[in-house]
T-cell receptor, first 116, second 112 residues
Framework: AQSVTQPDIHITVSEGASLELRCNYS??????LFWYVQSPGQGLQLLLK??????LVQGIKGFEAEFKRSQSSFNLRKPSVHWSDAAEYFC??????????????FGKGTKLSVIP | DGGITQSPKYLFRKEGQNVTLSCEQN?????MYWYRQDPGQGLRLIYY???????QKGDIAEGYSVSREKKESFPLTVTSAQKNPTAFYLC???????????FGNGTRLTVT
């Protein structure tokens, strides 16, 4: 079974600083990988996804993530954080199968606080 | 405007009562899901449905039931057998396979 670890429960950065949120996964083959963002009391919004190909993927709101197979990682980055980026971020993994399991496994999330 | 509608946003019930959470989608997606979210626990899958009249248990199905009579609707019933029902419940839909999920805005259930 797949699993996802987000080592940082809470991160605080200053507005304008760079950001990296860590995600490590455990899965026997190449997985599908996702990053979602959740504002308080709201649902989750997809930031970006990796299925195959270029290991550096671009998402919405200026975010990017890099898939590193050797490290089983899919870290999320942003060069300059805005106060509106304060939210909770979830990494998720799904099996590499278009017709198979429909189950995403989510990490426990990283809460991002932004200091003005 | 396509999306997923969960209602109500807040729900309060007395212990021992069953309660049904509504989830409607107009995205024409085949697959629908229910997740439970607790602080610091991430999202845990309760039930999912790939097609109408079919659904499967997720990781924490005990104390919950669902139905999928229409493609657009996937209601979740929290029964009195669920020992700790107070949580934030999220409904999602996808075109299927391992494609991204589209989420509703959630229902916060409080049972006292």
């Amino acid at each position: 079974a797949q699993s996802v670890t987000q080592p940082d429960i809470h991160i605080t950065v200053s507005e304008g600083a760079s950001l990296e949120l860590r995600c490590n996964y455990s899965y026997g083959a190449t997985p599908y990988l996702f990053w979602y963002v959740q504002s308080p009391g709201q649902g989750l919004q997809l930031l970006l996804k990796y299925f195959s190909g270029d290991t550096l993927v671009q998402g919405i709101k200026g975010f990017e993530a890099e898939f590193k197979r050797s490290q089983s990682s899919f870290n999320l980055r942003k060069p300059s954080v805005h106060w509106s980026d304060a939210a909770e971020y979830f990494c998720a993994v799904a099996p590499y199968s278009g017709a198979g399991s429909y189950q995403l496994t989510f990490g426990k999330g990283t809460k991002l606080s932004v200091i003005p | 405007d396509g999306g997923i509608t969960q209602s109500p946003k807040y729900l309060f019930r007395k212990e021992g009562q069953n309660v049904t959470l509504s989830c409607e989608q107009n995205l024409n997606h085949d697959a629908m899901y229910w997740y439970r979210q607790d602080p610091g626990q991430g999202l845990r899958l309760i039930y999912y449905s790939q097609i109408v009249n079919d659904f499967q248990k997720g990781d924490i199905a005990e104390g919950y039931s669902v139905s999928r009579e229409k493609k657009e609707s996937f209601p979740l019933t929290v029964t009195s057998a669920q020992k700790n029902p107070t949580a934030f419940y999220l409904c999602a839909a996808s075109v299927g396979g391992s494609n991204p999920l589209h989420f509703g805005n959630g229902t916060r259930l409080t049972v006292t």
